[in-house]
């Protein structure tokens, strides 16, 4: 029997997770605080694969990790959780402390390559994954392989650029999609919408969350209404583009803003019938919710690792 390492690098946690070679339920599962801020996330992450680690043998270890990150050489660049991680040979270095092939992307790609092999996504060839939380990452598979590019960069698909005069993004660039729909996004919209004088029934503050939003929109709170209907438009447009580029047949949804469900994507597909150059990327298209949870990132990692060995 082959068994596969699994790691899933969050900002508040790490999970370290051992596969057999037919399944996706774990064999022996480590969940640990990152503690991301702190110096030493690398030894506590050693740390949480030791716990695990089998005395079968292992064929590799696959890694989701926040980025930007070049997978090819396994390096993090820099990833805004964990400042000591910059420049940082995390593949290299595993693989010389566990002595087996160690593989690396981006989390949002492997919860993509997750949902495709393991989720909803099963049985398509070209799937579009997005994912809608405090960023707005994404994960493509085209012909039924994973798009890296060039760089190891491909797919950053919060940074599609919708309006240069727009907010400020994450990124230190303005009017990038996640600058207009993401949760802190939408939060930081609404509370500049109060102090400017708009009445709500929510209490400005810089940190309203979208669940607190979508909480008043169901109230029938106009404002909260409009905030949603807001970033769904400018979605509808980002995704317009990416039919265009990519002319999936599978839009897959996730992180947590996606779970406010028809606030969302009723003014999501319609500003994507609006802007879509042409209406037959649509035909047979499916828009669905990710089916994976918080588990998407460490199958994401399971998935990744298996293609390599094989
Ligand atoms: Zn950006």
Not at 52 to 70: H, T
Not at 226 to 243: C, D, E, M, Q, T
Request: proline share 5%.
């Amino acid at each position: 029997m082959s068994l596969t390492v699994a790691i899933d690098i969050g900002g508040t946690h790490i999970r370290v997770a051992v596969y057999n070679s037919n399944s996706t339920a774990p064999i022996a599962h480590q969940r640990t605080r990152s503690l991301a801020n702190e110096p030493g996330v690398y030894g506590r992450l050693v740390q949480a694969i030791e716990a695990v680690w089998p005395e079968e043998k292992v064929d590799a270890i696959g890694i989701a990790s926040p980025g930007p990150l070049d997978p090819y050489t396994g390096t993090i660049l820099a990833t805004p959780n964990i400042p000591e991680w910059q420049n940082f040979p995390l593949a290299t270095k595993l693989c010389e402390h566990f002595d087996v092939p160690v593989y690396l992307d981006n989390d949002a790609n492997m919860a993509g390559l997750a949902e495709w092999q393991f989720g909803a996504g099963q049985g398509h060839h070209d799937v579009v994954y997005i994912t809608i939380s405090t960023g707005i990452g994404g994960g493509v598979i085209m012909g039924d392989r994973l798009l890296q590019g060039y760089h190891g960069m491909a797919a950053e698909l919060g940074h599609m650029l919708i309006d240069p005069e727009g907010p400020l993004c994450g990124c230190g660039h303005h009017g990038h999609i996640e600058s207009f729909s993401s949760g802190p996004s939408i939060g930081r919209y609404v509370n500049e919408q109060i102090n400017g004088g708009e009445k709500s029934s929510l209490q400005a503050h810089p940190d309203l969350s979208a669940t607190q939003i979508a909480a008043a929109a169901r109230e029938g709170d106009r404002l909260a209404i409009s905030a949603f209907k807001r970033a769904g438009y400018y979605l509808g447009i980002a995704v317009a583009n990416y039919l265009a580029i990519f002319d999936p047949s599978i839009l897959i949804f996730g992180g947590g803003v996606s779970q406010v469900g028809d606030l969302l994507f009723k003014p999501l597909e319609e500003s994507l019938r609006e802007h879509t150059f042409h209406p037959h990327y649509l035909d047979d298209l499916v828009i669905t919710k990710a089916a994976l949870g918080d588990d998407a990132g460490l199958l994401g990692a399971l998935a990744l690792a298996r293609m390599k060995v094989e």
